[in-house]
């Protein structure tokens, strides 16, 4: 996380943006929202997007659709609400599949990781999705890039910068704020 940290800040300065390894913990979806709809970039990598956004004791694998809600974007697999991020075969693994090789728009992801077919299922490896101003990023470690030097680039080039810094305290734990507008959060400790 600290080489993504690095990157951004070099290649996004002044950019307002979350990067976010604790699946959403101590942020409502309502503040998620209104944070990208103002411009914010909300970067996920791994786990299962928002699962820990105050919703349920111990999480809520439904928190994923009810952000598509809120941020009034399609969800990519309505089907299957609450078990989108658990992955076939065996649901072990995390990333969002679909029973297509397409994403509704405005969804967009990553060429450098197209879908993989597993059974009857497509398995994405990067998404990404506009929300308002802001965009709202999500890279599996399980199918898509496990490297700052992978992931960082396409948030680059898919992204805006010019955004003023917002400080976000999810979890409890701040482990880096600078005056670029990168925030990094620690992931959560079981």
């Not at 690095?6 to 990067?19: A, K």
């Not at 820990?52 to 009810?66: D, E, K, Q, V, W």
């Not at 697999?77 to 728009?105: D, I, K, Y």
Request: glycine share 12%; charged share 10%; proline share 9%.
């Amino acid at each position: 996380m600290d080489r993504l940290v690095t990157l951004l800040e070099e290649q996004l300065p002044g950019s307002t943006i979350v990067i976010d390894a604790s699946e959403g913990e101590g942020r409502t979806l309502a503040d998620i929202v209104a944070f990208l709809q103002h411009g914010g970039v909300w970067i996920s990598w791994g786990g299962y997007p928002f699962y820990y956004t105050p919703s349920a004791l111990g999480g809520s694998g439904s928190n994923f659709s009810r952000f598509c809600k809120l941020a009034g974007v399609p969800d990519p697999h309505p089907q299957a609400v609450g078990s989108e991020f658990f992955a076939p075969p065996n649901g072990s693994r995390r990333a969002l599949w679909t029973p297509t090789p397409h994403l509704p728009a405005p969804w967009v992801a990553d060429p450098a990781y197209p879908p993989q077919a597993v059974g009857n299922a497509y398995v994405w490896g990067t998404i990404a999705v506009p929300v308002g101003q802001g965009w709202w990023f999500y890279a599996s470690t399980d199918y898509g890039p496990t490297q700052a030097s992978q992931y960082g680039p396409w948030i680059i080039q898919t992204s805006s910068s010019g955004h003023r810094v917002w400080l976000w305290v999810i979890g409890g734990m701040v482990v880096a704020v600078t005056i670029g507008g990168v925030v990094y959060f620690a992931n959560r400790k079981h």
